[in-house]
């Protein structure tokens, strides 16, 4: 973006119901908490590559307040597996390794 707001460049498009996004450690990945996609939506822990846009998906489900540790490798958020009679909220951890590695 330059300084008076112009020369905008759109990232990561076509998500909805975004509750998390935030900057890895090392400012190369951002971490989305979303759903995307219309007819067969997927939604989920996202990894968007700052550079291309593109983007991974971490894990399935309803996953908010997704942070990162501080070396990077890991991700924490809380998973809401509620049903109707019995509401359950469970903290969950993603090693990043496997998927960083391989980039």
Not at 12 to 36: D, M, Q
Not at 90 to 96: G, N, S
């Amino acid at each position: 973006m330059a300084p008076d707001g112009t020369q905008i460049r759109p990232l990561v498009e076509g998500f909805r119901n975004a509750t998390t996004i935030a900057w890895s450690t090392v400012s190369r990945w951002l971490v989305l908490s979303a759903r995307f996609g219309t007819l067969s939506p997927e939604q989920g822990v996202w990894l968007v590559d700052v550079a291309t846009g593109q983007r991974r998906l971490v894990a399935q489900g309803a996953i908010t307040g997704v942070r990162w540790s501080p070396p990077g490798a890991k991700l924490v958020g809380l998973e809401n597996t509620s049903t109707a009679d019995k509401p359950i909220r469970q903290i969950v951890l993603f090693d990043l390794d496997p998927i960083l590695s391989s980039q």
